[in-house]
């Protein structure tokens, strides 16, 4: 599997339960709809927890400024991914999604990457 992996910061606009309601709500319908242009094979969204258990820990660990959410997009192998980039079909649905993330995501601010998960432990039954 390739995987994507997109850290979000939203944008100063918003709030983090605004930002979460438009990215689930909005966000993650057009994702859906547009898959099969994208030939992904899964997309999830990991949304950050707010509150005195996440700054305590940050705090703790000396972390940076959180991410307000990380979107994991996997397609089977390079070879999907890369045909996807030379669809018109396929770019059209990612000038879709670049166009609605402008309204949400503060793009400049939030990097993202293509990568390989190397699982170092998963508990047997449990969905990686």
Same mark, same amino acid.
């Given at each position: ?6 850290? !979000? ?11 979460? +309601? ?13 898959? =099969? ?12 927890? +707010? /509150? ?10 000396? @972390?940076?400024? =959180?991410? +307000? ?18 669809? =018109?079909? @396929?770019?059209?649905? /990612? ?10 995501? +503060?793009?400049?601010?939030? =990097?993202?990457? !293509? ?14």
């Amino acid at each position: 599997m390739v995987k994507l992996t997109f850290c !979000l910061h939203r944008l100063s606009s918003l709030s983090l339960a605004e930002f979460q +309601d438009y990215w689930l709500n909005k966000h993650g319908p057009l994702v859906r709809r547009l898959q =099969p242009a994208l030939r992904m094979a899964r997309y999830v969204q990991v949304h950050r927890l +707010d /509150g005195d258990l996440v700054t305590g820990m940050q705090r703790v660990r000396g @972390a940076p400024e =959180p991410f +307000d959410g990380i979107a994991e997009l996997w397609w089977t192998d390079e070879e999907t991914f890369r045909g996807a980039g030379r669809d =018109p079909q @396929a770019r059209e649905a /990612g000038r879709l999604l670049l166009e609605d993330e402008a309204k949400f995501i +503060d793009l400049a601010r939030s =990097p993202l990457w !293509l990568n390989r998960e190397q699982v170092i432990y998963s508990e047997s039954g449990a969905s990686c």
